[in-house]
């Protein structure tokens, strides 16, 4: 193990580079009016306008910097990370409130690793995705680099109200972000998401004390380390109670059905950047808070409830895909995919299979990469036309084939091609789930069919069918549109081709968290997913 | 043959209340031999008193003389000098605020008053009898009677005060009628004395039930606790806001120090009656009070119902009556007070001249005028929710965890489900400064001195959030009551 603290230097860097650009932005003079008040006109009018000031430019260079540099730290943490191995690495651990015994606790396991790294990953794709945010950039960029904090600090606290502060420490930025920067109905939406997670949270916190409160009890001296508290016994009653707790607050941020009605709404409202932070990230925080806490420290009562989350997935995978056939506005189809595919994920974390929780954490970082690339995509069509009306869109792919070609790919990595990313997720959880929860997977499989038929037919609409006169003009992606796309895309190949490396790191820990909901020995050996 | 002795006369530990009356009472003779207009001069006076009493409250912090003095009437133990520092600091950050309309007409009696009402509220917190609790609350009360009705052109003030005074009276009526039947209990108003005629069993224990329900109901008057908190919100919007800031937080930090003394050592014996009767107060102030903030279109007024689920919270700390309690009850009144402070703070710079800026819509885009007002604003709002990482959130999980300590699980659910509906109207205010756009886009004036107070308020509220044990530490000693 590396003497450097990875995890913390990598959660506080974007704190840092937010104080930085706080303290150089003096040197940029007097609060400029442009990027206040002036928005800039629409771009496809071809209006010349003056250029951005030296403040806004400074914050988008610099955040795109901060990032950049958080990116290239959390690469000592996958350096530092030791594959093969099932239990927490690069545990940094100091005691912060002596009473109650609050510690600063933090390590990784090989299913937060690449939570964390997704994180970094996509966070200057957002922000390069908002080069074109013209509205009080020094705020946006600074919601930003905060909610990177607070999204990396929940993926890696071991400490359980460490974890609680950094869950609720998302939820300010991001309702920022969209109420803000979003569209028409940017405030509903963003209220709807705050009451939302809020609601699911607070009984989260109640359920931490009590563990907290038992823990004294149980191991003489109250703790909210998660490791600690794995191996303490509690009343089955208690930790089914305690359990729905958790369930809750992750069961909304997911979403599981029926708790995903914030989702669309804030998915579509959100700017581009929020958007692909939700989609990305946010909603995985719920996935991983089901492994983690849910099934590592209520044995028992996941394998109680455990048909019941089963059926709301199956549910959310099947409702998601029906609701997104009949969407006309393309951000909102891409919003009710993703209440179909985290459905996957829960299958897959819940099936009791070392394939289905592989399968599961894969899935998770597929579907950010997947669905980010799409809310991108989404992004650029609507700075262009204006519009995300599948019925006023039609025959870009001969305006702009490149920007069709990368929809495309994007779209069949969504609906599980082999060969592409979302088929190793996919089949994983379909091949795990279907040994020891044949039912469900049979269920599930027609998720898949759904997904092929709307995303393919609201390709086919976009991109050929009517041409339109409106749309002319409609350009193919500029450089920097390249750059955001680029690296995302081929990620999305690359695990698509060759998962291995990132299977071998998962796998022992998703082992472990999947034995807890394990009713069925599933029969040969674990099969290799991969195209 | 018995001789009486006098009590030996020890005043070193009612310094500070000493040195804040004679600054009140120098500021009056100040202001009638005074020409100018000018009122600055007595504030600043007002500070230095401030910032003496507070000094030599910090040098009883190691007192090691007699537990009580003055013939057990005045405490000494820490628990007191730690609540007269927060009171101080509450009234000096009063007079900062106060500084913002220079050349009102008020006189000095003014700053005179704030004192003198402090001075009530720092005796309170170290009381040891239950003479001295009713002479001390009458002084805080009787003082700001009169502070509130201090805007003589505005007619809402004078309403306010009316009727804050009857219904304080009346308030005061029950304590008073408690501390008779108290005394007729156990032959005794000394706290100590109370408490061990109540253990002992040598008291009529009825009468001290009711002696216990009619204390209570006096107190949670004075700290406003549904049902006992219908004056709040008229009282809160009707006086200057300078006032409400003050009171807000300096009463009810006062109301607390008194009420944790007297049912932890009074009638502890009896606690495990009166608490019941706490959980429903506790549960019912911190809903009803979320409940009824969310339909205010007046900001002052949202505060007010604000502040009164806030006594909810503390009175959770309360009722788990066990020493995680009250220091978890204790911090959480420092992260209130400077939260309540800030947050009313910003009122009076948005409201300006006259007080008449209070309503919703004087907030539309705050964060496109004033964007430093806005983002303070928004910390105060996430702390009082509770969100991290403000002292708002650590307030909550220590009071919150006292709680399920003390196996009062149900009562932890009740205070997490209100901290929900309490979230919809502070993010509400958020959406107004951030989300919508101004009326006019000139920044809001703001003097220094009291951009000043807001900042420190704003200050505390964060760092308390992220470094709580540096007041946990204090915390430790400052817990326990001993006398």
Known sequence: MSGAPWLSLTVWAPIAGLAILLLLTPLTGRRGRTEDLDPEPPPHRGVLVAGPTARVLLWRWGTLAVTLATFGISLGVLAGFEGGEAGFQLVERAQWVESPNLQYLLGVDGISLFMVLLTTFLMPVSVLA????????????????ILETAMLGTFVALDLLLFFIFFEGMLFPMYLLIGIWGYEQRIYAAVKFFIYTMAGSALLLAAILFLYFRSGAELGGGTFDLMALQGMEVAVVTGRWLFLAFLLAFAVKVPLFPLHTWLPDAHTEAPTAGSVLLAGVLLKIGAYGLIRFNLGLFPEASRYFREMVLVLAVIGIVYGGVVALIQRDVKRLVAYSSVSHLGFVVLGIFAGSVQGMS????QMVNHGLTTGA???LVGMLYERTHTRDLDRLGGL????????????VVALSSLALPGLNGFVGEFLILLGSFFTARPYAVVA????????????????RMMHGEERPELDGFRDLSGREYAVLAPVVALIVAIGVYPKPFLD???????????VVQVVEPPGPAARGGG | MAERVAPEIVLRPILPEIIVAGAAMAILLLDAFRSSRDRRPLALLALAALAAAAASAIGLWSWDGASTILGGMVATDRYGVFFR??????????????????????GGEFYALLLFSTMGMSLLAVSADLIVVFLSLEILSLSLYVLVGSSPR??????????????????TAFLLYGIALAYGATGTTSLSGIAGALAGETGDLGLAMAAAALLTVGFAFKVAAVPFHMWTPDVYQGAPTAVTAFMSAGTKVAGFAALLRVASSALGPVAWDLTPALWALAALTMVVGSVLAIAQQDVKRLFAYSSVAHAGFVLVGVVAANQQGISGAMFYLVAYAAMILGAFGIVMIVAGRGEERTTMAAYAGLARRSPLLAAMLALFLLSLAGLPPTAGFIAKVLVFQAAVEAGHWALVVVGVLATVIAAYFYIRLIVVSYMEEPEDRGAIPTAPVPGVAVGLAAALTLVLGVLPFLLLDVLESASILRF
């Open chain 1, 374 to 376: 799409l809310f991108l």
């Open chain 1, 505 to 515: 790191r998962i796998e022992p820990s998703a082992e472990r968290q999947a034995r």
């Open chain 2, 85 to 106: 520092l927060v009171i101080l600091a509450v009234a000096a950050l009063a007079v900062l605020l106060s500084m913002l309309d220079v050349d009102d007409d008020r």
């Open chain 1, 397 to 408: 792919a001969k305006q702009a084939p490149v920007f069709a070609g990368v929809f495309l």
């Open chain 1, 130 to 145: 908002s080069w074109r945010q013209h509205e009080r950039v020094p705020a946006f960029m600074a919601s930003l680099l």
């Open chain 1, 359 to 362: 399968g599961g954490v894969i």
């Open chain 1, 445 to 460: 499989a027609l998720g898949l069919v759904l997904s092929a038929i709307y995303l393919l037919w609201a390709y086919q």
């Open chain 2, 154 to 171: 505005r007619l809402a003030s004078q309403e306010a005060a009316m009727k804050y005074f009857l219904l304080g009276a009346f308030s």
